[in-house]
């Protein structure tokens, strides 16, 4: 894959903003829809409101963080659009792996939509309850955007077992990515955060270094991304058609695989060993097979 040129239609970049999801879905629903084609993308330097899963607070420090949102129209079945949090988060550890190569770390996903470093050894960094050693350096977020239906009509998303013909036609997505850049240990907000700054992947001080850092991450994401788009679109969407090599690959990126887990669902709280996505987490336990389609993953310490 070539990383020259500029993996994105168009890219606005704004200093401060709430939130670019709320931006970016405002926009597609108005009349300025049209100005936000596919692999478009609205970037905030600073933002005030950034949410995450499950609507929650995406805190960032003013400066030190990458925070984009890419408008994406794939051409890919309604029903398989579930496979989008994982594929984003396989585009955005290829990217963010080559900062941290040799530095001790690999870079992971973990299932349902985060992006992780995992110490290369036990004793690089101090273990945290659920998580080990196991570091969240980035996010995603993916949305599914209707249209307003105009008076007497109703937005319909391409029918389920087909998909759209063009990109006029395809469902919108909006895609949150938050990468934590230049963030020392204090600025993180929970034990089990890191960055590519406390993962030793950048070496100066400064805004402008963390800058210059976030601006290479941003293309190495945004070509990634197309690269992984493309792939999902040869399969019509089906991780696992043809060759499989886009299944296999996302399985093996996936840190949550063959690991006992704890799951709060919405529904209560599963347990097992994670063994496949679907893109459900598959759980293994004494009753069975069970997947769970949402929910915060903790690992379990097995003993005996």
Same mark, same amino acid.
């Given at each position: 894959?070539?990383?020259?040129? #500029?993996?994105?239609?168009? &890219?606005?970049?704004?200093?401060?903003?709430?939130?670019?999801?709320?931006d970016?879905?405002? *926009?597609?629903?108005?009349?300025?829809?049209?100005?936000?084609?596919?692999?478009?993308?609205?970037? *905030?330097?600073?933002q005030?409101?950034?949410?995450?899963?499950?609507?929650?607070?995406?805190?960032?420090?003013?400066?030190?963080?990458?925070?984009?949102?890419?408008? &994406?129209?794939?051409?890919?079945?309604?029903?398989?659009?579930?496979?989008?949090?994982?594929?984003? =988060?396989? *585009?955005?550890?290829?990217?963010?792996?080559?900062?941290?190569?040799?530095? =001790?770390?690999?870079?992971?996903?973990?299932?349902?939509?985060?992006?992780?470093?995992?110490?290369?050894?036990?004793?690089?960094?101090?273990?945290?309850?659920?998580?080990?050693?196991?570091?969240?350096?980035?996010?995603?977020?993916?949305? /599914?955007?209707?249209?307003?239906?105009?008076?007497?009509?109703?937005?319909?998303?391409?029918?389920?077992?087909?998909?759209?013909?063009?990109?006029?036609?395809?469902?919108?997505?909006?895609l949150?990515?938050?990468?934590?850049?230049?963030?020392?240990?204090?600025?993180?907000?929970?034990?089990?955060? =890191?960055?590519l700054?406390?993962l030793?992947?950048?070496?100066?001080?400064?805004?402008?270094?963390?800058?210059?850092?976030?601006?290479?991450?941003?293309?190495?994401?945004?070509?990634? &991304?197309?690269?992984?788009?493309? !792939?999902?679109?040869?399969?019509?969407?089906d991780?696992?058609?043809?060759?499989?090599?886009?299944?296999?690959?996302?399985?093996?990126?996936?840190?949550t /695989?063959?690991?006992?887990?704890?799951?709060?669902?919405?529904?209560?709280?599963?347990?097992?060993?994670?063994?496949?996505?679907?893109?459900?987490? #598959?759980?293994?336990? !004494?009753?069975?097979?069970?997947?769970?389609?949402?929910?915060? #993953?903790? &690992?379990?310490?097995?003993?005996?």
């Amino acid at each position: 894959m070539s990383t020259s040129g #500029v993996p994105f239609s168009r &890219l606005v970049t704004v200093p401060v903003t709430g939130s670019t999801q709320d931006d970016l879905r405002s *926009a597609l629903r108005g009349p300025e829809a049209e100005a936000w084609p596919h692999l478009s993308a609205l970037r *905030a330097l600073r933002q005030t409101a950034g949410r995450g899963r499950s609507g929650r607070a995406w805190v960032t420090p003013d400066d030190g963080a990458l925070l984009v949102s890419v408008v &994406l129209r794939p051409l890919v079945p309604a029903r398989l659009l579930t496979w989008m949090p994982l594929l984003a =988060g396989l *585009a955005v550890r290829d990217a963010l792996e080559p900062f941290v190569r040799g530095r =001790g770390w690999r870079v992971g996903t973990k299932w349902p939509n985060d992006v992780v470093a995992v110490p290369e050894s036990s004793t690089v960094v101090a273990p945290v309850p659920g998580w080990a050693g196991t570091r969240k350096i980035a996010g995603v977020l993916s949305e /599914l955007v209707t249209p307003e239906p105009s008076e007497g009509c109703t937005a319909q998303l391409p029918v389920a077992d087909e998909g759209p013909a063009g990109r006029d036609e395809a469902p919108m997505v909006i895609l949150g990515i938050g990468v934590n850049i230049g963030q020392e240990v204090d600025d993180l907000p929970v034990a089990w955060a =890191g960055s590519l700054r406390t993962l030793g992947a950048v070496d100066a001080d400064g805004d402008s270094a963390h800058a210059a850092v976030a601006e290479v991450a941003l293309n190495a994401i945004g070509h990634q &991304l197309v690269r992984r788009l493309e !792939q999902w679109e040869e399969v019509c969407g089906d991780v696992d058609a043809g060759d499989g090599v886009l299944g296999r690959e996302l399985r093996a990126a996936l840190t949550t /695989l063959g690991q006992h887990v704890s799951v709060q669902a919405p529904d209560g709280e599963l347990s097992g060993l994670a063994v496949d996505v679907t893109p459900a987490l #598959v759980l293994r336990n !004494q009753a069975g097979d069970t997947e769970v389609r949402a929910g915060d #993953v903790t &690992l379990v310490r097995v003993t005996g």
